[in-house]
């Protein structure tokens, strides 16, 4: 069964403690992103990879930091220095950068 | 910078009627254009895609059209029904990835 898989499904973290998003496709995509949703808002991208161990900084990549060692994973970790982490993070892939995203079900991150 | 806007914010109609929902785009100089959807607390689901050299494409009770030169796109919903409820964002492809709209959520009242 093809798709896009996040996890946690909710995440709760404490002020000043990293977490890491999980991400994975079986789609065989090459390029894979990352978005942040704040209420009322549309989406608004972190990172994103084109191909295995490389990725760019997208408009608001302050505070987190990727990897992508293998085509099927690309982990977001939300690090203590950013500010305001609480909001709704989404996952996509490509087949390559010109193509049709397809998401995943999303992560809800919640600073205590 | 692109930037992209969608009217109005939010939108509820009786069931059964037709409806438009509207977006601008303020650089003309885009790959494609695409309509998601989205429900409350859940990932986006791609609608229609249509190409910068498209004027429209359709799915069922959706169509979706694209006038470039003007920065415009408009969904136009055939006769809506409850499960039509959702927020419908828009989103143009440059040179980067996808610049997103802050969405139009709709009510279909029963």
């Known amino acids: 069964d093809g798709g896009i898989t996040q996890s946690p499904k909710y995440l709760f973290r404490k002020e000043g403690q990293n977490v890491t998003l999980s991400c994975e496709q079986n789609l065989n995509h090459d390029a894979m992103y990352w978005y942040r949703q704040d209420p009322g808002q549309g989406l608004r991208l972190i990172y994103y990879?084109?191909?295995?161990?490389?990725?760019q900084k997208g408009d608001i990549a302050e505070g987190y930091s990727v990897s992508r060692e293998k085509k099927e994973s690309f982990p977001l970790t939300v690090t203590s220095a950013q500010k305001n982490p609480t909001a709704f993070y989404l996952c996509?892939?490509?087949?390559?950068?010109?193509?049709?995203?397809?998401f995943g079900p999303g992560t809800r991150l919640t600073v205590l | 910078k692109q930037e992209v806007t969608q009217i109005p914010a939010a939108l509820s109609v009786p069931e059964g009627e037709n409806l438009v929902l509207n977006c601008s785009f303020t650089d003309s100089a885009i790959y494609n254009l695409q309509w998601f959807r989205q429900d409350p607390g859940k990932g986006l689901t791609s609608l229609l895609l249509i190409q910068s050299s498209q004027r429209e494409q359709t799915s069922g009770r959706l169509n979706a059209s694209l006038d470039k030169s003007s920065g415009r796109s408009t969904l136009y919903i055939a006769a809506s029904q409850p499960g039509d409820s959702a927020t419908y964002l828009c989103a143009v492809k440059e040179t980067t990835p996808l610049v997103f709209g802050k969405g139009t959520r709709l009510s279909v009242i029963a």
């Open positions: 996509a892939s490509s087949v390559n950068r010109e193509d049709t995203q397809y």
């Open positions: 990879s084109q191909i295995v161990n490389d990725f």
